[in-house]
């Protein structure tokens, strides 16, 4: 198209008989705008993953090495990482339940003859950790969601929500990293809260559970906010006061009326939050000390030092299996889209 | 509420007295929420200008880790020179996967709007899939599958990798677009004269460039601070993420501030700006 527009007629008689019959065709425009992609997709994406799903069936040889020969082939590695030994399934199922009240209960009580495997309660952990994540991102932004959305000034909104997402554009790493200064021992942050009574000043607040969680929710709760957010904007808000002249009073209103109109972005929002949250590598990584590893972590180690391939791809397939379920239940009960 | 007893409606007036006053409750909380968000930022841009070794107690002001650094000095351990080849590795990988994925992607989100066809449904979640699922997940198989080919890792295959989530991206930023587009100005066109070519190239795309714009500029951004995906598929290379990585797990150093809040700064004023001449962006 250099510089001349050739017209129609000249246009028609260059085009040989079959480039016009392939213009003509439905599926050529279909085909020539997703061929690449596709193919990118498939052999980048879901064929490596597809390896992996191969290798989660294989064996460890006694040098380290990966047997994935036909005569190799089972679930073993599940096995090895579900079922603890000598446990039959009722067993599993029954150690893993009692696992997960003791460790919800303050105290100890005595409900079955066995643990999971340690696999399953780094897995059980990592869930926690997500649910955890998700809960607090919910009860700080929510709130933070409705002022933004409902009550800031009009001419603030933008600024507010531009300065929401802004440090999601700043990098991921030096985010941690100031986390990791802020809850170091001597930062501000440990001497400040050295004020309150109990606390040892300066004391460090690092590699711990804790810092693990703040990092997540650090990271992750503009994605919980900015669905909120979007959904409250869509509420029409005559109702909440059509509810109010029905004789509810404010807090009716908003639990019978706006809540319940604004979950589909809470559930959006918990889904990106426990996603990610769930799969956590980094942060627990930078941020966590021994008893904060969680499954992303594990699994790095079996392709990395402790050199457990096989056993390393069944715990990342446990891990997609996991947000498999989540967004299950989300297309269950949220909004059909994602996104 | 026929059924209240005396309590619940002694809970229910301090709840309704607590939403009375709900707006400066909220204002606060949000208050706090952003302190949270910045004060880190905040203490560790201060802190790059500390004149201590030790980098986190206050001993006054400092610009001599900045100059240091940029006068190429070693600074407690940060070799400003591997920073910055980690750097240009970056915005290499950056900038073929931006034009690759920005293509592939915007061609994508047309074929996913304008078509229907068999499968639909199911080819739409492998391209949600790359943006779901975890990256370590991602990282591993790849490295996997070059292992297998036998592709020896490098540059080329961190693009490779970064070219594959982006896609996605850009896909979906896109099709948002697509669907609140105004089909009768195409066909406009085309009453008027326009071929397909014509069309797209002085309707289509001008109409799109927002949409197109914010999608490379996440393509960039995501590709630019991957850190998980890249550090298993780029084998001995350097890319910035990593080499902050590395920078970070050995402590908290004066050099590591200083490359920190340069890279926070940098990247939130280039936002800052683009968001000043495009509009919101997301």
Redesign the interface.
């Known amino acids: 198209m250099a510089g001349e527009t050739p017209t129609r007629e000249q246009e028609v008689e260059t085009q040989s008989g079959l480039l016009r019959q392939l213009r003509g065709n439905r599926w050529t425009g279909l085909a020539v705008n997703i061929l690449p992609s596709m193919f990118w997709l498939i052999t980048f994406f879901l064929i490596p993953l597809a390896v992996m799903f191969y290798y989660s069936f294989g064996q460890r040889g006694a040098f380290g090495e990966v047997l994935i020969g036909p005569e190799y082939l089972g679930l073993q590695q599940y096995s090895l990482f579900f079922i603890p030994d000598g446990a039959s399934i009722v067993d599993t199922v029954w150690y893993t339940i009692a696992w997960v009240i003791n460790s919800i209960l303050p105290f100890t009580i005595h409900l079955a003859a066995g643990e999971p495997t340690p696999y399953v309660q780094l897995t059980l952990k990592s869930i926690g950790f997500g649910v955890v994540a998700t809960v607090l991102s919910f009860v700080i932004g929510y709130p933070v969601a409705y002022y933004v959305g409902r009550l800031a000034p009009e001419e603030y909104q933008d600024l507010l929500l531009v300065l929401i997402i802004l440090p999601f554009w700043a990098s991921f790493l030096v985010r941690i990293y100031a986390i990791q200064i802020l809850l170091s021992g001597n930062s501000v942050l440990t001497n400040a809260l050295g004020l309150l009574p109990f606390v040892t000043p300066g004391q460090s607040l690092m590699n711990s559970r804790l810092a693990v969680m703040v990092g997540l929710v650090y990271i992750w709760i503009p994605f919980m906010i900015l669905p909120v957010y979007a959904s409250l904007e869509e509420i029409d808000f005559t109702l909440r006061e059509a509810a109010m002249d029905l004789g509810a009073n404010r807090f009716q209103a908003f639990r019978r009326v706006v809540f319940p109109l604004s979950m589909p972005g809470v559930i959006a929002g918990s889904l990106l939050v426990f996603i990610p949250s769930t799969g956590a590598y980094v942060i627990p990584d930078l941020l966590g000390g021994t008893d904060s590893q969680m499954i992303g972590n594990f699994i790095a180690e079996q392709f990395g030092a402790a050199g457990n391939w096989p056993l390393g791809a069944a715990g990342s397939f446990t891990l997609m299996g996991i947000m498999l379920v989540a967004i299950a239940v989300y297309q269950r009960y949220g909004s059909a889209d994602l996104v | 509420m026929s059924t209240e007893t005396p309590q619940r409606t002694w809970l ?1 007036r301090i ?2 007295r ?3 006053n ?2 400066t ?3 606060v ?2 208050l706090l ?2 302190l ?6 905040a ?2 841009i201060s ?1 790059s200008f500390n004149d201590s070794r030790y980098a ?3 001993q006054g002001f400092t610009t001599k880790w900045y100059t240091d650094l940029l006068a190429g000095q070693t600074v407690a351990r940060v070799d400003p020179d591997a920073a910055f080849t980690a750097l240009v590795h970056s915005v290499e990988i950056a900038l073929v996967t931006v034009v690759v994925s920005t ?3 915007t ?2 989100a ?2 996913l709007d ?2 229907e ?1 068999p499968g639909k449904r199911l ?1 739409t979640g ?13 990282g ?6 070059f292992n ?1 080919v036998g592709m020896a890792l490098g540059l080329h295959t961190a693009v ?2 970064h ?3 982006d ?2 991206f850009v ?2 930023v896109v099709l948002a677009r697509l669907q609140s587009f105004n089909h009768t100005l195409e066909e406009a066109a085309k009453d008027l ?1 326009a ?2 070519l ?1 069309t797209l ?1 002085y309707i289509t795309l001008p109409l799109l460039k927002p949409g197109i714009v914010a999608g490379a500029l996440l393509a960039f ?1 995501m590709s630019f ?1 991957d ?2 995906v890249t550090f ?1 598929i780029i084998g001995n290379q350097n890319t910035l ?1 990593i080499f ?2 590395s920078m ?2 050995q402590g ?1 150093t004066p050099g ?2 200083v490359v ?1 809040a340069l ?2 700064v940098v ?2 004023s280039v ?2 700006v683009a ?1 000043w001449f495009e509009g ?3």
């Open positions: 229910s709840r309704s607590l939403f009375r709900g707006g409750i909220l204002a909380e949000t929420f952003y949270f968000l910045y004060i880190p930022i203490v560790l802190l986190l107690v206050w293509i592939f992607g061609m994508l047309f074929a304008r078509y066809f080819f492998l391209v949600y899939m790359p943006i779901i699922i975890p990256s370590i997940v991602m591993i198989s790849l490295l996997l599958f297998i490779i990798g070219i594959a989530f896609i996605s896909a979906i004269g071929n397909e014509e190239r951004a601070d850190f998980v298993f993420p902050f990585f970070v797990r908290i590591v501030n920190a890279i926070i990247t939130m936002v800052a968001q919101p962006i997301w």
